[in-house]
T-cell receptor, first 113, second 112 residues
Framework: AQSVTQLDSHVSVSEGTPVLLRCNYS??????LFWYVQHPNKGLQLLLKYTSAATLVKGINGFEAEFKKSETSFHLTKPSAHMSDAAEYFCVVSDRNDYKLSFGAGTTVTVRA | EAGVAQSPRYKIIEKRQSVAFWCNPISGHATLYWYQQILGQGPKLLIQ????????DSQLPKDRFSAERLKGVDSTLKIQPAKLEDSAVYLC??????????FGQGTRLTVV
């Protein structure tokens, strides 16, 4: 069975500084990995996905993530935070053998002016 | 293409009442998921359908929750009777390949 651990429950950054959200996964098979963002009272929006192609994945709004199999990690980064990045972020692992999605507990991002 | 549609968007009920949520997945998507997201937590899978068959309902509280997927398309999730701890956002998602899931806007349930 697969699982995801988001290592930070809350991250606070200043506007214009880098953002790093950490995610470790556990999977018996070759996983697919995703980052979703959820703004207050909004639905889940896909930021980016890894599905066994390039290990460095670029997503929307300047976010990117790197799949590192040796470290079982899929950390999300952005070079320069914007106020609009304040939201909840979820790392998700998918097992294509049983179509199961497993969510991390989420990381709340606060951006200071 | 049209996204995953859910209704209603909001629902307030008293404890011990019943409630039903509806989901229309993206056309052609064989896999459908219902998730429960309690405030401050990540979504938790309640039930997963593959066409109209149940793949996983291990975390569905079957004494009060039920779900069905009619003809492998639309799905309804019912709670009867509701408890205060059922207050949450109920998310429906669908997938064509079991890799990427598309989520609806969710139904926010408040039990008072």
């Amino acid at each position: 069975a697969q699982s995801v651990t988001q290592l930070d429950s809350h991250v606070s950054v200043s506007e214009g500084t880098p953002v790093l959200l950490r995610c470790n996964y556990s999977s018996s098979y070759s996983p697919s990995l995703f980052w979703y963002v959820q703004h207050p009272n909004k639905g889940l929006q896909l930021l980016l996905k890894y599905t066994s192609a390039a290990t460095l994945v670029k997503g929307i709004n300047g976010f990117e993530a790197e799949f590192k199999k040796s470290e079982t990690s899929f950390h999300l980064t952005k070079p320069s935070a914007h106020m609009s990045d304040a939201a909840e972020y979820f790392c998700v692992v998918s097992d294509r053998n049983d179509y199961k999605l497993s969510f991390g507990a989420g990381t709340t991002v606060t951006v200071r002016a | 293409e049209a996204g995953v549609a859910q209704s209603p968007r909001y629902k307030i009920i008293e404890k011990r009442q019943s409630v039903a949520f509806w989901c229309n997945p993206i056309s052609g998507h064989a896999t459908l998921y219902w998730y429960q997201q309690i405030l401050g937590q990540g979504p938790k899978l309640l039930i997963q359908f593959q066409n109209n068959g149940v793949v996983d309902d291990s975390q569905l509280p079957k004494d009060r929750f039920s779900a069905e997927r009619l003809k492998g398309v639309d799905s309804t999730l019912k709670i009867q009777p509701a408890k205060l701890e059922d207050s949450a956002v109920y998310l429906c998602a669908s997938s064509s390949d079991g890799i990427e899931a598309f989520f609806g806007q969710g139904t926010r349930l408040t039990v008072v």
